[in-house]
């Protein structure tokens, strides 16, 4: 199967079909028998954030699982050079945003390009990041600011100086928003121009912009390291809780999983499972949160790892991936996904009780797992006929009003003498 580009097709929406999750899902594998994020079948232990560029190498896979009847990829547009996407914000099923970066080799000199990919009704077109985010940038993430507002931020990192830079769309042009949260953002949340909430690193704080200004709230937890909400009064932040343990081998784990919900005014800590190896305990055992994602007010997922100070003692027990689920009334422990499907994070709700998980791979509303259908970049500009490929979406989306599923990220192209990595966009066809 060619990944061949072509225009997007509208459908019709399903029930529910309205609610907008961007999450990241790595490793999507095509036909070199490629599986991704770690290892066949498996998550890693500590997943990357769902907002990083960097994406792990594919490996191997010995799954047998069948692909999925009539679900595959094709791409939408397909970019020049040696290039990557690794952001998305969706404002109207005409109107999305791309951020990416291309490699350049030049001048004698490898430099990377950052830019903008838009679609708009006259189709898909490259633009520079705009000026007022400064050129010494990193972290550059995009998020769409409520439903039908028209706005876009650009959230960015100034890495000569290590303070968080806002540019906001208005729908016409890019202007700098005029006070910028403290700390670095790790996570934003954007319901309307006026509440929009942000996670920051090293203060461990919750801040809130009015349209104003930005307030910040001290969470109820030591840690916290994901966000995500499906309203203004629905929010869970996830990370870790200090216990107090020794960090001496054989003390207690250090840190239990934490999560805590916010109504829109104050923040509550929910109690949530803990974990804890039998004797001997390893040294410096910890349970850390570190992925959330809200399919529901009622249907809430939650992973992290229960693992310890490896190469310290010997007979090591195994990491154990965590896996919570919040059905409106308390957190659970989920039990094994069947087959390929074990171990891995959910990243986007279907609308109709299905489950799409990290490295593509489909949980069924009955259970069945599944592996997408995966398709080649088509020879030319510098790609092989012979060349091994893996697709690697960095985000995915579904557009409003439909039931539309659309991703960016690359095709990591290996072969002899010019590996390259091609940035795409990719839709799913059902």
């Avoid at 945003?97 to 898909?124: C, I, K, M, P, V």
Wanted: net charge negative.
């Amino acid at each position: 199967m060619r990944c061949d580009v072509r225009a997007s097709r509208r459908r019709t929406a399903s029930a529910g079909a309205a609610l907008l999750l961007g999450v990241l899902v790595a490793g999507c594998g095509t036909d070199g028998g490629m599986d991704g994020e770690g290892g066949p079948g498996r998550a890693s232990a500590r997943s990357e954030s769902p907002r990083s560029s960097g994406s792990p190498e594919p490996v191997a896979s010995s799954s047998s699982a069948p692909p999925l009847s009539g679900m595959s990829w094709s791409c939408d547009r397909i970019l020049d050079g040696s290039a990557s996407l690794s952001d998305l914000a969706v404002v109207a099923e005409d109107d999305i945003w791309a951020y990416g970066s291309r490699r350049d080799e030049s001048a004698g000199a490898t430099t990377n390009e950052q830019f903008l990919l838009r679609r708009d009704g006259d189709g898909w077109r490259e633009q520079p990041l705009p000026d007022v985010l400064g050129t010494a940038v990193s972290d550059v993430r995009l998020d769409a600011v409520g439903s039908g507002s028209g706005e876009v931020w650009l959230t960015a990192t100034d890495f000569t100086l290590g303070e968080t830079r806002i540019a906001r769309w208005d729908g016409t042009r890019w202007s700098a928003l005029g006070r910028m949260p403290s700390g670095r953002v790790t996570a934003l949340k954007a319901f309307a121009p006026d509440d929009v909430w942000a996670l920051t690193q090293y203060d461990n704080r919750l801040q809130h912009w009015d349209g104003t200004s930005w307030t910040t709230v001290r969470p109820p937890a030591d840690g916290l390291t994901a966000l995500d909400g499906s309203g203004p009064d629905d929010l869970w932040a996830v990370g870790y809780r200090r216990t107090g343990g020794d960090a001496a081998r054989g003390g207690p784990e250090l840190t239990q999983p934490v999560a805590v919900h916010g109504d829109g005014r104050t923040w509550t800590r929910t109690e949530t499972p803990e974990y804890h190896f039998p004797d001997p305990v390893p040294p410096e055992p910890d349970a850390v949160l570190d992925h959330v994602v809200v399919l529901a007010e009622d249907d809430v997922r939650a992973f992290g790892t229960h693992t310890f100070n490896h190469g310290e003692a010997a007979d090591e027990p195994a990491d154990e991936a965590i896996h919570l689920r919040w059905d409106g009334t308390r957190w659970t422990e989920r039990p094994e996904a069947p087959g390929d499907c074990a171990g891995r994070t959910a990243v986007l709700g279907d609308g109709a009780d299905g489950v799409f998980l990290s490295g593509n791979w489909y949980l069924t509303a009955d259970g069945a797992c599944g592996k997408v259908t995966r398709s080649r970049l088509p020879a030319g500009d510098g790609v092989r006929e012979s060349s091994r490929q893996s697709l690697w979406p960095a985000e995915l989306a579904r557009l409003p009003g439909t039931d539309e599923v659309i991703g960016v990220g690359h095709v990591q192209v290996n072969q002899s003498g010019n590996p390259m990595s091609k940035a795409v966009v990719v839709s799913l066809d059902r």
